[in-house]
């Protein structure tokens, strides 16, 4: 059984934790996230700390409880510290480009490929193979990086492709290999 939802959410000075029927927001010293939350799990908001208590032993009603808690936990740790995630560019040839809001990556096509940044997201790009995505919203900077990652995923043979900064690619052994 997980214990998660029971663990208390401690928030720092500074943080602001608000509840406005089904509406949490969370505001900080790098900004604002809300998100809606389900009224089956009850939140107790006291002074630097939140509570999550579910009323019984559903399955649904267990799995409220450690993704709400989860997700209140994300939005305060993003609000005070903020996400990031790296993705390197593994390639001849492959490079990448951040010009205003759009990125343009290089990667093996006949056309760059180019991607609307959004407006809540900050894109770096350090030189032109690594690519660096921070935010406030945890959910926002991983699905960007998923996008990312997405138009030209790593190869098992060759290992080419975009893949987050720890990521290991297992080389397969091609046809000719014995």
């Known amino acids: 059984m997980s214990r998660i939802g029971y663990k208390t959410v401690d928030v720092p000075a500074g943080v ?4 406005d029927g089904d509406q949490v927001t969370v505001k900080g010293p790098k900004g604002s996230l809300t998100r809606t939350f389900s009224d089956i799990i ?3 908001i006291s002074d630097g700390a939140v509570d999550f208590d579910r009323p019984d032993n559903n399955n649904k009603t267990r799995a409220l409880h450690g ?6 936990n994300n939005m305060v740790q993003g609000v005070v510290n903020g996400f990031a995630k ?3 560019l593994v390639g001849v040839g492959y490079r990448v480009q951040a010009k205003g809001k759009t990125l343009t990556l290089s990667v ?7 991607m609307a940044i959004p407006e809540t997201l900050e894109v ?3 030189d032109n193979t690594t690519i660096n995505i921070s935010g406030i919203s945890k959910q926002e900077v991983g699905d960007f990086a998923a996008e990312v990652r997405a138009v030209r995923s ?4 060759k290992g080419k492709g975009i893949r987050y900064e720890n990521e290991y690619v297992r080389i397969r052994e091609g046809k000719t290999g014995k």
Do not use: I
């Not at 993704?67 to 209140?72: C, E, F, G, S, Y």
């Not at 093996?108 to 180019?114: K, L, Q, W």
């Not at 790593?154 to 043979?157: D, G, K, V």
């Open 86 to 88: 790296t993705l390197k």
């Open 67 to 72: 993704t709400q808690r989860a997700n209140l």
């Open 16 to 19: 602001d934790v608000k509840r």
């Open 154 to 157: 790593p190869e098992p043979y």
């Open 42 to 44: 009850t939140m107790k």
């Open 108 to 114: 093996g096509y006949s056309n760059p490929v180019e």
């Open 124 to 126: 770096k790009v350090p």
